[in-house]
Nanobody, 125 residues
Framework: QVQLVESGGGLVQPGGSLRLSCAAS????????MGWFRQAPGKEREFVAT????????HYADSVKGRFTITSDNAKNTVYLQMNSLKSEDTALYYC??????????????????WGQGTQVTVSS
């Protein structure tokens, strides 16, 4: 079992920045991928970014490319999402997720076995 806890959400003006963190605990040994998803009220959950922790390979949704950066600190079992140039469309509850993986990327929420509780990001002036 893997437990994930997100932090770093909040209220920010358009064009601003936030850095989300996701701390993993439990059975974190082995190869796995970390992902960020988001969900706005009344809308489906959507993929944001993912990283293969062993290789550093990353993938981003088109909507956040060039603005968001996902990184991992494997020694601390923590993944980050640096969000720059935030837009109102980025407003959502952001979830951290984990899946076992050797060297594969997945953008499907169904592929991720472990999920955090979410942290709210609100972009508004």
């Amino acid at each position: 079992q893997v437990q994930l806890v997100e932090s770093g959400g909040g209220l920010v003006q358009p064009g601003g920045s936030l850095r989300l963190s996701c701390a993993a605990s439990g059975r974190t040994a082995g190869s796995y991928a970390m992902g960020w998803f988001r969900q706005a009220p009344g809308k489906e959950r959507e993929f944001v970014a993912t990283i293969i922790t062993s290789s550093g390979n990353t993938h981003y949704a088109d909507s956040v490319k060039g603005r968001f950066t996902i990184t991992s600190d494997n020694a601390k079992n923590t993944v980050y999402l640096q969000m720059n140039s935030l837009k109102s469309e980025d407003t959502a509850l952001y979830y951290c997720a984990a899946r076992f993986a050797y060297n594969s990327i997945s953008t499907s929420s169904g592929a991720y076995a472990y999920w955090g509780q979410g942290t709210q990001v609100t972009v508004s002036s």
